[in-house]
Structures are given as structure tokens and as C-alpha cells.
């Protein structure tokens, strides 16, 4: 398997605009989950799925982010509209939790920066 | 709430020179506590994963312990290869999800 993909690596838009991350899990994983690391904070949860289904969006900052799974092999994180402060590198994972299988496996990130 | 810490913040060690990381950490029920390893512009990667105290995993130079309060990555014999940001994290009981720590930036130097 590839790992988990997250596209675009790199991101540079200016303020106001609409930004999508793109994301596809391991196959066979169950949950899916969307992390934004940043120095000051370091990772923190935004969202995530089991079986395509949002969960827990409370760490959603604010009405602005979206996210979606569609299905069992894409997610999308929507920024509308951006702001300088949503600069950060964002991180989609992905697991099976099952017994003895616990552990997360995280995409390469998306660099975004809003100028 | 959970809550992870980690100590140092940061850690230069020269070639050979052992160290040990530390994760204390405060959550109603341990479900498990995770150790990655995360190098500059790529996400983390997952190292082990501890579920009771007393609890030991080792991987090459890394070793893993677990306690009620704490765990400790032990670095034997370090190599500058070693050098990245080591997260911890912890899964609640009835959770699903991940509480990561802010990490220990490890430079080995040659």
C-alpha cells in the first residue's frame, strides 16, 4: 500500500480565497482523521470519520473549515475563506482499530500558506 | 481532558552519547500511549505503541517504558540519523482519537 496521500504538498493563496485538501486513506482503514500542526500548538484534531461518517468536529476552529468523506477512499478539508492565521501544515491520517491495532498513519502533510 | 508532556522541549547529544525523552501524561482511562517519529517537511511516523504499565518495546537504538504517569523513549548510542522530533500521544479510553504531545526535538551531532 502507498500510505495514506494527501494532495496538494504545497499550498500558497491569498486571503479570501477557497482552499480544498485532498486526502486518501490506506484501504481498508475505518477511521480517518484531519490534524493541523503548527509551532505554537503543535498536532491538533480538527475532525475525523469512522466508515465515512463525521464524528467530532469540535476542533473545527470555526465555520469557516469544512471536511467531508464521500466515500471510503476520499476526504476533502475545505478552508472558505482563508486567513493569514490558518497558516499551518495539515494532516490527514488514517487506522483500523481493531484488537492490536491501535496506531494512526499520517500523510506527508499539506503545507498551506495564506498571504 | 487528556493532557501530554513532553520533556525537553529540545536535546543535542553528541554521536554515542545516551539520552532518555520523557512523556507524562494524564487521561481517565489508557488505551494507549503511541511514540512517532517525525523528520523536517514529512508527517509522523509511528515507533511503538505501549498499552500497560511495565510495558517495554525496542526498535534498534530506541526503547520504549511505559509507567502509570509516564513514559520514556531511551536513546542508546545515538547516530545522527537519529536526529528528528519525537511525538508522544495517548488514546483514551472511548476515544478514537489521538492526543498528541508537542514533541522533543533531537539533534545528534557527528
Known amino acids: 500500500d502507498a500510505g495514506v496521500i494527501q494532495s496538494p504538498r504545497h499550498e500558497v493563496t491569498e486571503m479570501g480565497q477557497e482552499v480544498t485538501l485532498r486526502c486518501k486513506p490506506i484501504s481498508g482503514h475505518d477511521y480517518l482523521f484531519w490534524y493541523r500542526q503548527t509551532m505554537m500548538r503543535g498536532l491538533e484534531l480538527l475532525i475525523y470519520?469512522?466508515?465515512?461518517?463525521?464524528?467530532?468536529d469540535s476542533g473545527m476552529p470555526e465555520d469557516r473549515f469544512s471536511a467531508k468523506m464521500p466515500n471510503a477512499s476520499f476526504s476533502t478539508l475545505k478552508i472558505q475563506p482563508s486567513e493569514p492565521r490558518d497558516s499551518a501544515v495539515y494532516f490527514c491520517?488514517?487506522?483500523?482499530?481493531?484488537?492490536?491495532?491501535?496506531?494512526?498513519?499520517f500523510g506527508q502533510g499539506t503545507r498551506l500558506t495564506v498571504v | 481532558e487528556d493532557q501530554v508532556t513532553q520533556s525537553p522541549e529540545a536535546l543535542r547529544l553528541q554521536e554515542g552519547e545516551s539520552s532518555s525523552l520523557n512523556c507524562s501524561y494524564t487521561v481517565s482511562g489508557l488505551r494507549g500511549l503511541f511514540w512517532y517519529r517525525q523528520d523536517p517537511g514529512k508527517g509522523p511516523e509511528f515507533l511503538f505503541t505501549l498499552y500497560s504499565a511495565g510495558e517495554e518495546k525496542e526498535k534498534e537504538r530506541l526503547k520504549a517504558t511505559l509507567t502509570k504517569k509516564e513514559s520514556f523513549l531511551h536513546i542508546t548510542a545515538p547516530k545522527p540519523e537519529d536526529s528528528a522530533t519525537y511525538l508522544c500521544a495517548v488514546r483514551d479510553s472511548g476515544y478514537s482519537t489521538l492526543t498528541f504531545g508537542k514533541g522533543t526535538m533531537l539533534l545528534v551531532s557527528p
Open positions: 491520517a488514517s487506522s483500523f482499530l481493531g484488537v492490536g491495532n491501535t496506531e494512526a498513519f
Open positions: 470519520f469512522n466508515n465515512n461518517v463525521p464524528i467530532d
